[in-house]
């Protein structure tokens, strides 16, 4: 079974620029989870979906990040326009579970995009 | 709000040492539990969960127990070897969407 896909691994940009990240859940998760983990902290919830539908995005600072979700599969992530803080890996995850059931349903993790922003 | 609270790392131990992490957790309702291994260079992958009070999580030679009364869930393991190194997270999973929200982190190295 391929594991969830994420590009690019690296990026690196200048404060004010955009950015865009692209992830690919596994095949049939309903559930989409974007994290951002800055070095020595836990990942952060910023964004979760259940198949198009947005069910949480309450720590998404919606002034200069976006996601989508389009036709419940492929997701993008954008920042514009990015600041220094902005540095950090920002992962992608996908569970089977749709909300409201499957008690301790494993959510599965992309190797992550490490964002330099200079 | 749900949070979790792991020990301050990091932790350095001799091969063959017993190892304590320590989790405490809060949360609305009746979460799951989970330990997130994180390897140099790869990405979070499951390592064990607990559903429900009492229930015990294992993998590895790793275990965890889900202590409702204390809210804990500590990682333990009896020997551990030089591939345990790592960072560990401890995670629940709570609410109707099934939020799941991580501790800090504790950096695990293991010395031959």
Known sequence: EAGVAQSPRYKIIEKRQSVAFWCNPI??????????????????LLIQFQ???????????????????????????????????DSA???????LV?????????AFFGQGTRLTVV | GNSVTQMEGPVTLSEEAFLTINCTYT???????FWYVQYPGEGLQLLLKATKAD???????????YRKETTSFHLEKGSVQVSDSAVYFCAL????ARQLT??????LTVLP
Do not use: M
């Not at chain 1, 951002?36 to 990942?43: D, E, M, T, Y």
């Open chain 1, 98 to 106: 749709a909300p409201g059931q499957g008690f301790g349903t494993e």
């Open chain 1, 27 to 44: 095949s049939g998760h309903a559930t989409l989870y974007w994290y951002q983990q800055i070095l020595g902290q836990g990942p952060k």
């Open chain 2, 93 to 96: 999973s709570s609410g109707s």
């Open chain 2, 55 to 65: 229930d015990k999580g294992s993998n590895k030679g790793f275990e965890a127990t």
């Open chain 1, 89 to 95: 890996v920002y992962l992608c995850a996908s569970s």
């Open chain 2, 102 to 107: 991580f501790g800090s982190g504790t950096q």
């Open chain 2, 27 to 33: 949360a609305t309702g009746y979460p799951s539990l």
């Open chain 1, 51 to 85: 198949n198009n539908g947005v069910v949480d995005d309450s720590q998404l600072p919606k002034d200069r990040f976006s996601a989508e979700r389009l036709k419940g599969v492929d997701s993008t992530l954008k920042i514009q326009p990015a600041k220094l803080e």
